[in-house]
């Protein structure tokens, strides 16, 4: 039996309208004769109404009984998705991740699915139901509702491909695929038609948000190929697939950027083993993520500068941390918000000399400075002051003749 997994994202599920759009999508699967399950996010922007009442009510709200109210938006999402499939005529039912069930591991707010049961859903689908599947949602061992991340219900749709054996899981969201960068930031940036798992993670958790990084591994994981498509237009999308699937010779296949970084420089701090140890443990134990580190080589062998990135939310926290360390002793501590990370990210460089170059001085023509520096096989990262990013993207995207 073919089973076809069909997410939609919360602007395909915006409005009324949308949602009305996106009952034809699903039964044009059903007229050609698939087995489909629905996974819906919330409609956009009602998840993050929810996170601003529960700021409002508290800033330490409990972190249960926030799974409770932001997966909410969901099932308000897959009841009017499974109304107008009634309303069409058709079998459909709304499920939440607890009536299946579906049995998420890890803390509130970031948990993940570690096993659905078919049951259930197996039995509502071969009496010709379609059943429409919360995404973001799963229950833990407490019985307690719990939620996958910002942008999980892209994990529920994987995961929901894994556990029923579908044979594609489709991606729907407002973009007609992956882009060589943020289409909506770059206008000549130009739709990838496969990509690799490993290059997909990477751009994901670079800032590509159009698939949210955790899908991306559980993917890779289950060798599930995904397929990004708009639920706007009738285009072929973007394959999310195996790298030995693909017969590519591009460098980089994309360029990524985050906006929400800080920089935080202690100078003076003593240059001795240890010291870059006790500054992070505190952070590490605050679940405070550091993510670029540079050290200056000591001029005089005593005394050194430790520069990091951290998300720029943390950044009170991290000042706070900082400085009542008594472990560590400094003459300053030196924050910047205006910053931005750009990556280049490609499968290519492992095989082509003198990325890093390129990247670099097509940057400084642009006049463009240069405050951290990271790498991995498949990745440069570099950080630049945030007025840059702009056209750090675009003389980037030119490079590496991304627009071809
Ligand atoms: P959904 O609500 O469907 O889950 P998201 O807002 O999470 O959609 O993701 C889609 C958005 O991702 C797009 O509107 C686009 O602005 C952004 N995006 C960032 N980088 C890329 C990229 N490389 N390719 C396509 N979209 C991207
Ligand atoms: N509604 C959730 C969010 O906004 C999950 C999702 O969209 O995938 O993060
Ligand atoms: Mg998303």
Redesign the pocket.
């Known amino acids: 039996m073919k089973i076809v997994v069909l997410k939609f ?2 602007t395909s599920v915006g409005s009324v309208e949308r949602i009305k759009k996106v009952a034809h999508i699903i039964v044009s699967y059903i007229n050609k004769k698939f087995k489909i399950i629905v996974v819906s ?2 409609m956009s922007g ?3 109404e929810l996170i601003k009442k529960s700021k409002k009510i508290s800033n330490y709200f409990d972190k249960s009984e926030y799974d409770v109210l ?1 997966s909410t ?2 099932q308000m999402a897959c009841a009017l998705i499974a109304g107008r499939l009634r309303h069409l005529g058709y079998k459909s039912q709304s499920w939440m991740s607890w009536q299946i069930p579906i049995i998420s591991e890890g803390s509130y707010g970031s948990s993940r699915i570690s096993f659905i049961n078919k049951n259930k859903i197996m039995k509502f689908i071969n009496s010709g139901g379609i059943p429409v599947i919360t ?2 949602q799963g229950i833990n061992e407490s019985n307690r509702i719990t939620t ?7 994990a529920s749709a994987i995961m929901c491909a894994k556990f029923f054996n579908a044979q594609k899981c489709i991606i729907y969201t407002d973009v007609d695929g992956v882009y060589t960068t943020d289409p909506n930031t770059l206008k000549n940036a130009k739709k990838i038609k496969v990509i690799s798992y490993e290059e997909m993670l990477e751009m994901a958790s670079l800032g590509a948000k159009v698939m ?1 990084p955790i899908s991306i591994q559980d993917a890779r994981l289950n060798r599930i190929d995904v397929d990004v498509k708009s639920s706007f237009v009738g285009k072929t999308g973007t394959l999310i697939t195996k790298r030995k699937n693909i017969i590519r010779n591009r460098t980089i296949t994309g360029i990524t950027s985050t906006k929400n970084d800080a920089k935080v420089t202690l100078v003076g701090v003593k240059d001795k083993p240890g010291v870059a140890a006790s500054i992070f443990y505190p952070l590490s134990q605050n679940s405070i993520n550091v993510d670029m580190v540079v050290q200056n080589i000591s001029a005089n062998g005593k005394e050194t500068d430790l520069t990091f990135t951290i998300k720029s939310e943390d950044l009170s926290k991290t000042q706070r941390l900082v400085k009542k360390n008594t472990k560590i002793k400094f003459k300053d501590l030196i924050v910047d918000k205006n910053v931005s990370k750009v990556s280049i990210v490609g499968v290519g460089m492992i095989t082509t000399p003198g990325v890093t170059y390129r990247m670099f001085q097509a940057l400084a023509k642009k006049n463009i400075n240069i405050l951290v520096i990271s790498t991995s096989e498949i990745k440069i990262s570099v950080l630049i002051s945030k007025k840059n990013l702009t056209k750090a993207i675009s003389v980037l995207h030119k490079e590496f003749k991304l627009d071809k």
Do not use: W
Request: aromatic residues 4%; proline residues 0%.
């Open positions: 994202g919360g996010s919330a009602v998840t993050n932001v938006g969901e995404g973001f996958l991340g910002r942008g999980g219900s892209d949210q």
